[in-house]
C-alpha cells in the first residue's frame, strides 16, 4: 500500500495544500498557505498530523513550476521529508479524463493526489551541486544572448542613421576596431578631419593586425567619409543614443564571455563534457550548454528516457490504414536540450576534414530522397491534375 501524501498545487508566493490517506479518501480540507517560514511549519504541522493517523510516513507532491517550487524544494530538503515532483502534463492528462472539465486550485490538489496514488514514482537521485549551478549559468547566457540580439538591433538603427554604409567598410561590426572608431568619432565629419596617418595609429592600439593593415584600413575609412552622407548633425541626439546602444552591445558581450568561461570551466570538472566535446564538431561552448541541460545522467533509466527529456522520440499514432510510423517528433521535453543537439549536428555536419557517423547518415538520407523526387518526376501526371 502506498505510503499517504500532501498534495501541493504550487503558485507564485502561495499554495494550495490539502492530505490524502488514499486516492479517494482526504485527510483535510483545501487550504491556502504562503511561501514563508510561517506557511511551511503549517505544512509541517499537517505532515505530522498525517504520519500519527495513518501511522507511516506520507509524502509531499506537487507539480514542477520552472521557478515557484524551489523555495518549497529547499525547505523540504532542510527537513528531510521524502517528495516527488509530478510532471504538468500527466497530472492535466487526469483532468481531462472528466466529461467535464474544471480546473480551480482546489480540485488541482485531488488531480496531482490521483496522479501520485496511480503511478510508481521512483525516489529521484541527489543531483550534484555542479549541475545545478551550470544549468543557471546556461539558462543565464541563453537571457544575455537573447538582449544582445536586441541591443545590436537597436545599435544597427542607430548606426544607419549616423553612419549609412558603415558595414561595408567593417563587415564585422562588433569588434574592438570597429567600435573604438564609432566611439572616438561618433560622426562621419568627426573622422572626416583626421589625418590617415592618425586613423591609423587609433587602430594599431586597439587591434592585433599588422601596420599595413591598419594603413589600408584607414585610407578606407577616410574615402567612405567623402561619399557618407549622414541622417544627422554632429550634435543630433542620434548620436548619443549610438553612443549608449554601443555601451550596451559592449556590455552584454564582455558579460556573456564571462558567464560562458564559468560555465566552460565547471563543466571541465565532469568526466561527461570530454566524452561531449570528442564528438566532431563539438566545441567547449555547446558541450558545456548540452551538459548544462542534461544534467546529471544517473536520472535516466536508459537511453530511451533521455531521448524522451530531449523531446526527440518519434510519434506513434495508429489508427486504421495508417501503421502510425514515421511521424515527427514529441517535442514535449526539454526543447533548450533539443535545439542545442540541432546545433551540434549541423556543426558535425560542417566537419570536412573527417567522414562522420552523422555525416554518412546525412548523405544516405540525402540520396535516398533525391531519388525518391527523381522516381516522381517520371511518373505520368493524372488527367485530372491536368483539369
Not at 488541482?108 to 550534484?128: G, L, M, S, T, W
Not at 553612443?243 to 556590455?251: G, N, R, W
Not at 525518391?372 to 518526376?377: A, D
Amino acid at each position: 500500500m502506498k505510503a499517504s501524501c500532501i498534495a501541493i498545487d504550487v503558485s507564485k508566493g502561495s499554495s494550495h495544500i490539502q492530505s490524502y490517506i488514499d486516492s479517494d479518501t482526504s485527510f483535510s480540507e483545501v487550504h491556502k498557505i504562503d511561501h514563508n517560514r510561517s506557511g511551511f511549519n503549517e505544512l509541517l504541522f499537517l505532515k505530522t498530523s498525517l504520519d500519527k493517523s495513518t501511522g507511516q510516513a506520507s509524502v509531499v507532491v506537487f507539480e514542477a513550476t520552472g521557478v515557484y517550487h524551489r523555495g518549497l524544494e529547499g525547505f523540504l530538503k532542510d527537513n528531510g521529508i521524502q517528495y516527488f515532483i509530478v510532471n504538468p502534463l500527466q497530472s492535466a492528462k487526469f483532468r481531462k479524463q472528466e466529461l467535464r472539465t474544471k480546473k480551480t486550485d482546489k480540485r488541482d490538489c485531488k488531480n496531482i493526489a490521483k496522479v501520485y496514488f496511480a503511478n510508481d514514482f521512483r525516489q529521484a537521485v541527489p543531483e550534484d551541486e555542479t549541475y545545478y549551478t551550470l544549468r543557471q549559468l546556461s539558462r543565464e547566457y541563453e537571457n544575455l544572448l537573447n538582449h544582445l540580439r536586441k541591443a545590436k538591433v537597436s545599435f544597427n538603427e542607430a548606426l544607419e542613421i549616423v553612419y549609412p554604409g558603415y558595414e561595408k567598410v567593417f563587415p564585422e561590426l562588433y569588434t574592438e576596431s570597429s567600435l573604438e572608431i564609432l566611439k572616438k568619432f561618433p560622426h562621419p565629419k568627426q573622422l572626416g578631419r583626421k589625418s590617415g596617418h592618425s586613423v591609423s595609429t587609433f587602430l594599431m592600439r586597439h587591434n592585433e593586425h599588422r601596420e599595413l593593415w591598419c594603413d589600408k584600413k584607414a585610407e578606407e575609412l577616410l574615402r567612405y567619409t567623402q561619399e557618407c552622407v549622414s541622417g544627422c548633425r554632429e550634435e543630433d541626439v542620434n548620436v548619443d543614443i549610438m553612443i549608449d546602444q554601443i555601451k550596451q552591445v559592449e556590455y552584454y558581450i564582455k558579460l556573456g564571455d564571462t558567464t560562458l568561461q564559468k560555465m566552460i570551466g565547471l563543466a571541465q570538472q565532469r568526466p561527461e563534457f570530454h566524452l561531449i566535446q570528442s564528438i566532431p564538431g563539438i566545441g567547449e561552448n555547446l558541450a558545456a550548454r548540452i551538459l548544462a541541460e542534461i544534467g546529471d545522467i544517473r536520472r535516466f533509466e536508459g537511453p530511451k528516457q533521455l531521448v524522451a527529456y530531449a523531446g526527440i522520440d518519434p510519434i506513434i499514432y495508429q489508427s486504421g490504414k495508417n501503421d502510425g510510423l514515421h511521424l515527427h517528433i514529441s517535442k514535449k521535453g526539454n526543447k533548450r536540450l533539443r535545439c542545442l543537439l540541432y546545433l551540434a549536428v549541423m556543426c558535425s555536419l560542417r566537419v570536412k576534414t573527417q567522414e562522420t557517423s552523422i555525416r554518412k547518415f546525412y548523405k544516405k538520407r540525402r540520396i535516398s530522397r533525391t531519388r525518391c523526387v527523381q522516381k516522381l518526376r517520371r511518373l505520368p501526371v493524372p488527367i485530372n491534375y491536368l483539369e
